[in-house]
């Protein structure tokens, strides 16, 4: 089920004064599941390679989910003019 952004919604959480601060909290959290300098190479090399693309493929996400953030947040509360 995908939820879409509401514009109450990114009034009452991307523009508060502390969202930078929650950004960076849920990001931090992800960090040592995106970072790949920490893959264990002892083990096989079929392992590592797929522990790579689930670490690139969580990176990718959050990267895209950051700009959503960003994009809604410019996008609030501004109206499509139609020069018809």
Do not use: C
Not at 61 to 83: C, G, M, P, Q, W
């Amino acid at each position: 089920m995908e939820i879409k952004l509401t514009d109450e919604m990114v009034k009452n959480f991307l523009m508060h004064p502390d969202w930078g601060t929650m950004q960076k909290f849920i990001e931090s959290h992800f960090k040592g599941t995106t970072e790949i300098e920490t893959i264990d190479v002892s083990r096989t090399s079929t392992s590592v390679h797929a522990e790579v693309i689930a670490r690139q493929s969580i990176k990718n996400d959050l990267t895209s989910l950051s700009r959503s953030f960003e994009i809604a947040k410019v996008n609030y509360k501004k109206t499509k003019v139609s020069y018809d």
